[in-house]
């Protein structure tokens, strides 16, 4: 029983880590090279078949609010 319990907690703490682990690099990344994330929001949403006079408005309010920002790079 305590294996397991020990096993769960290694886990979680694991997978705590690796997310804060990314959260900080990818603010690193908005802070040090905001253009190519600016970006990479651009590539997502042409996925998504938005053109550039569509997800222009979304890269700038997303760069102009840097908490929504990092949220969506988490996503």
């Given at each position: 029983?305590?294996?397991?319990?020990?096993?769960?907690?290694?886990?979680?703490?694991?997978?705590?880590?690796?997310?804060?682990?990314e959260?900080?690099?990818?603010?690193?990344?908005?802070?040090?090279?905001?253009?190519?994330?600016?970006?990479?929001?651009?590539?997502?949403?042409?996925?998504?078949?938005?053109?550039?006079?569509?997800?222009?408005?979304?890269?700038?309010?997303?760069?102009?609010?840097?908490?929504?920002?990092?949220e969506?790079?988490?996503?």
């Amino acid at each position: 029983m305590w294996a397991r319990t020990l096993v769960r907690y290694l886990a979680a703490k694991s997978d705590a880590d690796h997310y804060y682990r990314e959260l900080q690099r990818e603010q690193d990344e908005i802070d040090t090279v905001p253009d190519t994330e600016a970006a990479e929001i651009a590539d997502i949403l042409s996925e998504y078949g938005l053109g550039p006079e569509e997800y222009g408005p979304v890269v700038t309010s997303l760069r102009n609010n840097p908490k929504a920002w990092l949220e969506f790079m988490m996503k």
